[in-house]
Structure formats: structure tokens, C-alpha cells
């Protein structure tokens, strides 16, 4: 019979409800296309960085789906029941440890033992603090039952020596302190890496030649000369076939020529020919030698002097007789035997190559291996095995925190809780009025805005810093409006664990924020249009004036031209008189309208100039979606999971006052604002009467409205003659 599922239609997918212990258990059978979440990153997250590790069994930095399934079979096998993992407990019950094994009745009898370590035998239950404690006593003692041993100052010198040179060579494992040190295994294979290397070295000594016990340095000398003497013997064969090239073989002036400093390059030196060439077939020993190579020559010309004809010089047959005679001993030396590899998580420095013969022969004949392995015979009968402590606490782990996992992987039953917070929200944001609760951890900006664009979120990408730490993260700001959310602008990120750090805005992503921005929108635009338009015409003006005025200053007997002011006035009295008439019927057409007619005008004039703006505004906000945010932090999602008007309200929070507080609306620098704005009007009022006047006196208001009624009276004439004809 098929398991019964629950499931919650939240954020646009259908989300597993964990509601008793045989939905965790079944969660094998569940189609990974109905989690929400396929893997996720152990870095970044909002949660016990312990429990990831454990759950990252192959270390590669993901959880999969597959690791929680180990991990929920794992415990089942340990526990009696799964409904204590409901609660997420923060303790183990010790009756709660599966005893039908014997591997239960060891973990029970280890959990006793520990807690009787601390002093608390008359507990019953087990805490992640107890274990973590339990396993840092144990980490300083030499005997803690994890079959590792660290070159400790507790042991002989010989035993550190053996351990050391191990580590050196063979590689080492993690004790629980944290130290390299060795195991049974490491300290087999290096001691079988020891009487393999000494077995080869005797058989290399064993190999005779005709240099006795000078034949490893000859056999090293003949290895770094055969280059070069065989390309002596090369260019005289050439000089003796082609006379004539000869001086091309040699040295060339050019090459021997001091630097700048007035010295020779060793490297240019160590390319040129071993000795002058010419047709004579011995390399002479003595005379004639390249400066970079005379010391080696000379050495060898002192260890095989009893294998040449003459001291002093070398023909190439003796060359060649001398490398056949160490033939044998090279075969041996190339023919180096592989050491044997075992498990290590540090690997090893250096090679047995490093290590001198003496102190090989010694750790190799000796009893340390013995000895090391009652070490480890002792170190296993620790009451408190250090590998039942680290079962222990992944158990106590697990009932822990398993749960929590679940529900931020399988569902995001804690993002939509409203009242937790996901393991991927790394804490609290506070900018312009705001406090963003929406904080995912960000690796590298540029890439992640790339894949976080496509969420319709309005991103703020802080760099915060505390102390010397620093960490970046994107905030997304689901409320309010974007005027003056801009890079550059400081705020105060709080992490989940109540600290503080200082964040710049580096980077932003603009979207919409709300339906209220959206509808304020284009009047802010039409606002600073207008602005823009008025400053360009005050600026222009202002140059005109200052203009005119050097001109004046420039040429005095420039005079004021009163006819010319008087024009320019009467053009802004017109204007003013234009716009004064143009105000006058549009109220006159809104006052004409009936009482019910009032709000449609509103109403039009609202969607005509907000309606695109909010209905743009509607369309992208309902995109929003949490998917393509998380994937750009490591996630990979099963799904868009909407982010819809109410979850954006309460993702983003506005300040907004206490219950119990009062509001004074009176605010003395705003009455000053009245008083100035009343002195201001007065005298726009004051100067258009004086315009006014003038225009009046002059009688550019008499001839304005006389125009207009004698073409009136001159139509009405014309029609009335076309009616009587």
C-alpha cells in the first residue's frame, strides 16, 4: 500500500507536509520532482555548520537529495522511534538509542560513560554541547580511543622519530585534537616502504663496477655530463667531416660578450660548447674547458683516471667504455621500486629519497612497529572509543537538526511560516526606513546578479564589513518605494546571531517595489521633467544676464533701453494674461460639470496618467519569484516559488510608530515654511498688479480685447449679408 501524502499549495508548487514520522521515513518514495529543492551549497546557510559536514559525506561541498536519504536511513537504524525528530529536539534521550544491537548497547553504554565524565551520571539524555565537550576532553589525551597517534612530546623520542618520519613520507590522518598522526595501517605501509627501500639500496650496493665505492657519485657526475660531452664528441665528428665549418662550431664573439653590469650570464655560458673544437677527437681534461663546467671535469677526470689511457684527456671511447661499465648499476637505479599508498587525508611532504640511510636502516630493523601496535591494542580499550563519541554526536546531530532540514529542502515550509526564518536568510538589513529580512549569502556579484535578474526582485547587493571580517550578500526589497535606494548608500545588517555589520550598496538591480510606487511614478517624472526644464531656462537666463552685464560694464555708453523693457514686459503680461484665460475656462468647464460628474474626471485623469504605470508595475510584481535568487547563491530549485503581494509586505517591513505613541502635527519649521511661502506669494501677486497696471495705463489691455470683438462684430456683418442675399 502506497504512503498517504500531504500536500500545501504555497508559492505557486505543490510543498510536502511532514505531519508524523512516516513521512520522514517515506521520503524515499517521494518523486524528486515534488521537492522543492534538488541540492543546496553547505556554505551560506543559516544553519549548524557541523550537521552539513556530516551530511557532505563526499566532501564536495553540496547536499543532495540523496545524502538526506543516507541520512534519514542512518538514523532510523539508531533510534527507536522518529516522532522525537518532529520536535527537533535539542536533546537525546538515552532510551531513545536502538539496543537490539550490539552497536546500540555500545553507543548506550558510551553516552552513560560520557555523561559520567562530566559529572552529570544522573542525566538521561544527551546534548550536541555534551558530545562537542565530551569529544574536546578526549581531544588532549593521547589514549582517546581514535586509534590515531600524533608525534606526541608524551612519547619516547624514538616513537615521535618512527611517527614523524611517517607522517613525512607515507601521509596522516586527523586525530581528534586536530593534529597529523598515524594509524595502524599508515605505520604498516611505512614500514613496508622501508624494508623495500633498504632491500633496493643493498642490491644497488651489491653491483659491481669498476669505481667500488665511488660509483653512486660517478654514476650522478656521468648523468649530468653525458649531455654536453656527447655534444663535444658530435661537434668534432661535424669539424672533422667539414673543416670549413669549424669557426661556425665554436664560439661566437657575440655570446661572450660581458652585460651591462660587465659580467657573464651563467645561463649563456652553460649553452655554449664544453671545449674548443677542432679535429683533435680527445676532450682534454685541462686546457680549454668552459668556466661553467671545469669543476665537474676535474672531479670527473679524478674519479676515473684509473680507466683512462692518458690522465689529462678523455677519447670517446673511454667515454663510452665508462657508461657501459655503470650500465648495470643503472638499471638498477631506474628500475625504482613503487612504494605502496594507504588511506591518508594529509598527504605526504617528501620521499624516502630524502630520508638518510642510516636513519632508514635503524627504523627499519627496529621494534617500533611492535611497539606501535600495542599502542593502538591499548588506545582501543578506552572506555570512551573516540569513534562511538563521533556516532554519538552525528546522532544527536541528526535528531537535532534533521528535521529543520527537511523544511527547507523538501518544502520551504519555514519561509512561508511567516514567523521562522529559512536556513538561507542570513539575517535582517536596515535601509531608508526599511528592514529587508530577505538576505541570501553572494559569492561572486557578477555572476550572481546574471541569474538573480531573472527574479524580479529589486536587489540591493551589500558589502558588509565587522572588524576585519567582510561578506557579501543581496537584499531583496519587497516594500515601499526606490526613489532613494541608490549605490553608495549606506545601511546596518544584523546576522542571525544579533550581530552588527556596517553595509555599502555596491551593486543594485532596479524592479519594481510596489503598487504605491508605481503610482506615484509618473508624477515624479513629470515633477522632475518640469524641474530639469525650469533649472535649464533659470541657467540660461543666468548666463544672459551676466552676459549683458560685461557687455555694459565693457562699453558704458551702452544705455538703457526703457522702450525695449517696456516691450518685454508687456510680452510677459500677455503671457501671463494667456495663461491666466486658459486656467480660466478649464475651471469654468469643471465647474459647469454636475456633483457626480467630479470623481470621473479624477477617476479618467488617474488611469489615464497612473493606469500604464501600475498595470506595468501589476504584471512584474506578480513575476517575482524566489527560484532564479537562490539558484544564483548554489541552489537548484524545482520551481519558480512566487514571492505574492502579502509575503512581499512582510519580507520587507516600513517603520512605522509604536501603538502607545503621539504624533505632534505641529512642526515649528514648517510654520516658518508657511511665512516664507505667504511673503513669496504676496509679491508674485504684488509684482503681477504693478504688470498689470502698466499694461493697463499703456493700453495693451484695451487694444487685446478690442481685436478680438471688432473681427466678432465684423463675422457677424458678414453672415447676416449672406443671409439676405
Not at 516522532?83 to 553504554?109: F, H, N, R, Y
Not at 621494534?367 to 570512551?384: C, G, R, S, Y
Not at 495663461?579 to 457626480?596: C, D, E, M, V
Request: with cysteine; proline share 4%; hydrophobic share 40%.
Amino acid at each position: 500500500m502506497s504512503h498517504m501524502w500531504t500536500f500545501q499549495r504555497v508559492g505557486g508548487l505543490d510543498q510536502v507536509v511532514f505531519k508524523n514520522a512516516d513521512d520522514i521515513i517515506n521520503l524515499p518514495n517521494l518523486d524528486p520532482k515534488l521537492w522543492v529543492a534538488l541540492s543546496c551549497p553547505t556554505t551560506g546557510l543559516d544553519f549548524d555548520e557541523r550537521t552539513l559536514a556530516l551530511l557532505d559525506s563526499d566532501k564536495n561541498g553540496r547536499i543532495r537529495i540523496p545524502d538526506i536519504l543516507d541520512a534519514i536511513s542512518w538514523t532510523q537504524q539508531r533510534i527507536v522511534s522518529f516522532k522525537s525528530i518532529l520536535a527537533s529536539s535539542q536533546t537525546l534521550p538515552i532510551s531513545q538509542i536502538d539496543t537490539s544491537s550490539e552497536q546500540g548497547k555500545k553507543l548506550s553504554v558510551t553516552a552513560h560513560s560520557i555523561l559520567a565524565s562530566l559529572g552529570k551520571s544522573q542525566s538521561d539524555y544527551l546534548t550536541q554541547e555534551d558530545v562537542q565537550q565530551s569529544i574536546k576532553i578526549n581531544a588532549g589525551k593521547l589514549y582517546n580511543g581514535d586509534l590515531i597517534f600524533p608525534p606526541s612530546a608524551e612519547l619516547s623520542s624514538e616513537m615521535q622519530t618512527f611517527i614523524q618520519t611517517a607522517i613525512n613520507t607515507t601521509g596522516a590522518k586527523k586525530d581528534m585534537s586536530g593534529q597529523d598522526g598515524i594509524d595502524l595501517d599508515i605505520a604498516k605501509t611505512f614500514v613496508e616502504n622501508l624494508k623495500t627501500w633498504q632491500k633496493w639500496q643493498t642490491d644497488i650496493s651489491h653491483t659491481q663496477t669498476p669505481f667500488g665505492e665511488n660509483q653512486a657519485e660517478i654514476w650522478k657526475l656521468v648523468q649530468t655530463l653525458k649531455p654536453k660531452i656527447d655534444d663535444y664528441f658530435l661537434r668534432v665528428a661535424l669539424a672533422q667531416y667539414a673543416p670549413q665549418a669549424q669557426g661556425a662550431l665554436n664560439v661566437d664573439e657575440k655570446y661572450i660578450v660581458p652585460t651591462e653590469n660587465g659580467l657573464l650570464s651563467d645561463e649563456a655560458l652553460a649553452e655554449l660548447p664544453l671545449s674548443k673544437i677542432d679535429t683533435v677527437s680527445a676532450l682534454d681534461l685541462v686546457n680549454g674547458l668552459n668556466p661553467l663546467w671545469k669543476a665537474k671535469i676535474s672531479r670527473f677526470k679524478t674519479l676515473v683516471a684509473s680507466e683512462l689511457a692518458n690522465p689529462d684527456q678523455l677519447t670517446q671511447q673511454e667515454w663510452l667504455n665508462i657508461q657501459n661499465s655503470l650500465e648495470a648499476y643503472t638499471s638498477l637505479i631506474t628500475a625504482k621500486p613503487e612504494m605502496a599508498q594507504a588511506d591518508v587525508t594529509t598527504k605526504p611532504t617528501s620521499s624516502l629519497e630524502d630520508i638518510p640511510n642510516q636513519l632508514i636502516n635503524s627504523l627499519a630493523s627496529s621494534d617500533l612497529l611492535t611497539a606501535f601496535e600495542q599502542m593502538v591494542e591499548q588506545d582501543n580499550k578506552t572506555p570512551i572509543s573516540a569513534s562511538d563519541v563521533l556516532v554519538l554526536e552525528k546522532l544527536v546531530l541528526f535528531h537535532k537538526h534533521l528535521y529543520r532540514l527537511l523544511v527547507n529542502f523538501a518544502s520551504f515550509a519555514d519561509f512561508f511560516s511567516l514567523e521562522k526564518r529559512a536556513a538561507f536568510q542570513l539575517g535582517k538589513l536596515y535601509i531608508d526606513g526599511r528592514c529587508a529580512t530577505l538576505c541570501v549569502a553572494v559569492d561572486n556579484i557578477a555572476k550572481h546578479s546574471n541569474m538573480a535578474n531573472y527574479s524580479e526582485l529589486c536587489l540591493l547587493y551589500c558589502e558588509c564589513t565587522r572588524h576585519d571580517q567582510k561578506q557579501l550578500i543581496a537584499a531583496a526589497m519587497t516594500a515601499g518605494q526606490g526613489d532613494l535606494l541608490i549605490e553608495g548608500r549606506n545601511g546596518v545588517f544584523i546576522d542571525n546571531n544579533g550581530n552588527d555589520w556596517d553595509a555599502n550598496v555596491v551593486k543594485m538591480i532596479t524592479k519594481p517595489i510596489s503598487i504605491q510606487q508605481a503610482i506615484w511614478a509618473p508624477y515624479q517624472r513629470i515633477g522632475r521633467l518640469i524641474t530639469e526644464q525650469i533649472n535649464k531656462w533659470a541657467t540660461s537666463k543666468d548666463a544672459d544676464i551676466e552676459k549683458s552685464s560685461a557687455q555694459v560694464l565693457q562699453s558704458p555708453e551702452n544705455k538703457f533701453d526703457i522702450g525695449k523693457s517696456v516691450g518685454i514686459f508687456a510680452a510677459i503680461g500677455l503671457a501671463i494674461g494667456a495663461i491666466g484665460t486658459a486656467l480660466a475656462t478649464l475651471f469654468q468647464a469643471i465647474f459647469s460639470l454636475s456633483w457626480w460628474q467630479f470623481p470621473l474626471v479624477f477617476i479618467g485623469l488617474f488611469l489615464i496618467i497612473s493606469g500604464p504605470s501600475v498595470i506595468l508595475a501589476w504584471l512584474k510584481l506578480r513575476r517575482r519569484t524566489l527560484g532564479p535568487l537562490l539558484e544564483a547563491s548554489g541552489w537548484a530549485i524545482n520551481g519558480q516559488v512566487k514571492i505574492n503581494f502579502l509575503l512581499g509586505k512582510l519580507l520587507t517591513s516600513k517603520a512605522e510608530l509604536p501603538k502607545n505613541a503621539k504624533r505632534n502635527l505641529r512642526d515649528p519649521l514648517k510654520s516658518q515654511n508657511k511665512k516664507s511661502m505667504m511673503i513669496l506669494l504676496c509679491a508674485i501677486v504684488f509684482g503681477i498688479g504693478i504688470t498689470a497696471g502698466w499694461l493697463w495705463y499703456q493700453g495693451d489691455f484695451q487694444r487685446y480685447f478690442e481685436q478680438p470683438q471688432a473681427q466678432s462684430t465684423q463675422n457677424g456683418q458678414q453672415e447676416e449679408n449672406n443671409h439676405y442675399r
